[in-house]
């Protein structure tokens, strides 16, 4: 089997978990922080709106598409191009008060107008109400906390109920972190912000699944070494696998973000932030959590024995 890192390292992953927890713990709260404070920039499909998507004829600029539109008076306008020889364009636009059908036929109509019937052709056409809006917002978010919770009861049942809540709360970290990047960025939530939030989620239990496995494997070998010790050689065992895997996973996304184009920018960003960060969380957030519940399982009962002894 090919390695790229050498058998037998022994690099001391769990002695540095207190310096990863600070850094995690300052990431959530600047990404809380983004969230609360500045809020996503929610797209057509969850605030509401119209989007048009328009082919001319002959190469076009935004700037024209938009001082054609500025009669309409709308209070905000996205105009996209994307990318193909300047003649194919998405203009977003949000909801007003004629209501997001009524916007979409009069983008188009004006469009026709200023450049002619015969030099547009309109491709599509989607309009969003605010009601819709508010129920996809709504099932996107119970969506991606049920794909979180349930990957956490699967490991609980499959290992240990301390794995599954280090999954379950390593997961929570680890979109939390990229919905602030998302958000810091400036990207657009929309449908594929969710499917690639859904894609971190199983990315990152994914890895967890085998540090996990090799965790419970090293533990029945060797039950009388600390716990510390066993989660350090394992990681270190899965190493090389974790790299070789993470890392093509790595380069596919990032490849997609270079040279997707500008319509799966969003998308891929997302999955080039959750694919480090999920390979991180794996061996600092959910191993550091199964250590903490190791470690406060004997003082516990060291507690509840010297009680025990003073009733005595």
């Known amino acids: 089997m090919f390695e790229i890192i050498p058998p037998n390292t022994n690099f001391d992953f ?27 920039n929610l797209g057509i499909d969850f605030a509401g709106g119209s989007l048009v998507e328009a082919r001319f004829k002959t190469p076009r600029q935004a700037d024209e598409l938009r001082s054609a539109l500025d009669a309409a008076e709308f209070p905000t306008l996205d105009i996209q191009d994307l990318g193909k020889d300047h003649t194919e364009f998405l203009i977003r636009v949000p909801l007003v008060g004629e209501g997001s059908e009524g916007i979409s036929s009069r983008v188009a109509s004006m469009l026709r107008q200023k450049f002619g ?5 309109i491709l599509r056409i989607e309009a969003v109400g605010p009601r819709v809006g508010e129920t996809l917002r709504q099932q996107a978010v119970l969506a991606i906390l049920f794909a979180t919770l349930m990957m956490g009861v699967y490991i609980w049942v499959r290992f240990e109920w301390r794995f599954g809540v280090g999954t379950g709360i390593a997961i929570l970290h680890d979109v939390i972190i990229v919905v602030g990047c998302l958000i810091a960025a400036g990207y657009e939530f929309d449908l594929n912000i969710v499917a690639s939030l859904l894609t971190v989620v199983g990315f990152s239990v994914n890895d967890k699944v085998v540090v996990s496995d090799r965790i419970r494997e090293t533990r029945r070998k060797d039950r009388r070494s600390p ?10 065992e899965m190493l090389s696998r974790t790299i070789l895997t993470n890392g093509t996973a790595f380069l596919a ?4 973000f270079l040279f997707g184009g500008s319509v799966l920018h969003g998308f891929a960003f997302a999955l080039v932030i959750g694919s480090v960060i999920g390979t991180y969380s794996s061996i600092y957030i959910a191993s550091t959590i199964v250590l903490f519940f190791e470690r406060s399982a004997p003082q516990r009962s060291v507690s509840r024995a010297t009680a025990a002894a003073r009733r005595g």
Request: net charge positive.
């Open 14 to 40: 769990i002695g540095w978990r207190r310096p990863a927890i600070g850094v995690s713990l300052v990431m959530v709260a600047a990404s809380l922080a983004l969230l609360l404070v500045r809020g996503p």
């Open 117 to 121: 019937e015969d030099q547009v052709d």
């Open 227 to 236: 716990l510390a010790t066993v989660l350090n050689r394992s990681i270190n």
């Open 253 to 256: 996304v990032l490849s997609l």
